[in-house]
């Protein structure tokens, strides 16, 4: 599976950007998408993640504000990120995990990343 992120940029603070993250490939190994940032100088984190099932989790920095939505047919992911922060900046990394055996194995892929600034 290849992962292909879209979307970054620059934008002023409280404004709103859209990432989007096509799967190409063996998608049908896809379990889950999620999204994860890194800001300059720290660990990257988990921002939301939505599992087949469509269950979905966000970082406690993000709730409320970013929406994750998934379009298994179009194997897509989504990330719309409204009333953006500062704080926010980062680069933003798709991930897609992928069960590979009968007995739940995993892999996680990764794109490339897209990157993400919010400043005046």
Request: glycine residues 10%.
């Amino acid at each position: 599976v290849q992962l292909m992120e879209s979307g970054g940029g620059l934008v002023q603070p409280g404004g709103s950007l859209r990432l989007s993250c096509a799967a190409s490939g063996s998608t049908h190994h896809i379990n889950a998408m999620g999204w994860y940032r890194q800001p300059p100088n720290k660990e990257r984190e988990l921002v939301a993640i939505i599992r087949n099932s469509g269950d979905t989790n966000y970082a406690d920095s993000v709730k409320g504000r970013f929406t994750i939505s998934r379009d298994n047919a179009k194997s897509t992911v989504s990330l719309r990120m409204n009333s953006l922060k500062p704080e926010d900046t980062a680069i933003y990394y798709c991930n897609a995990v992928l069960v590979v055996n009968i007995e739940g194995s995993t892999v996680v892929v990764w794109g490339q990343g897209t990157p993400v600034t919010v400043s005046a």
